[in-house]
């Protein structure tokens, strides 16, 4: 399980009698495990999108300073 704002995963253990041990149809728990991926994915590639922004910023500030990117 992923917390939310925290770049580590975290492990809980929730102790349930036996006679109340919540169960979810299996296509149930496949759906939320689709979407349990899917969100994993997206936010991984937003983690992309960020790196290879600053990489993208980080080359302008340097052909500004060096002359290979001028100003409009």
Same mark, same amino acid.
């Given at each position: 399980?992923?917390?939310?704002?925290?770049?580590?995963? %975290?492990?809980?253990? %929730? %102790? #349930?009698?036996? #006679?109340?041990?919540?169960?979810?149809?299996?296509? +149930? !728990? !496949? @759906? =939320?495990?689709?979407?349990? @991926?899917?969100l994993?994915?997206? +936010?991984?590639?937003? @983690? $992309?999108?960020? @790196?290879?922004?600053? !990489?993208? %910023?980080?080359?302008? =500030?340097?052909?500004? $300073?060096?002359?290979?990117?001028?100003?409009?």
């Amino acid at each position: 399980m992923r917390s939310p704002g925290r770049d580590r995963t %975290v492990r809980q253990t %929730v %102790v #349930h009698p036996p #006679h109340q041990l919540p169960r979810l149809p299996l296509a +149930e !728990q !496949q @759906r =939320y495990g689709e979407q349990f @991926r899917a969100l994993a994915a997206f +936010e991984d590639a937003l @983690r $992309t999108a960020g @790196r290879l922004g600053g !990489q993208l %910023v980080r080359g302008m =500030y340097d052909g500004l $300073t060096d002359g290979t990117v001028t100003p409009r």
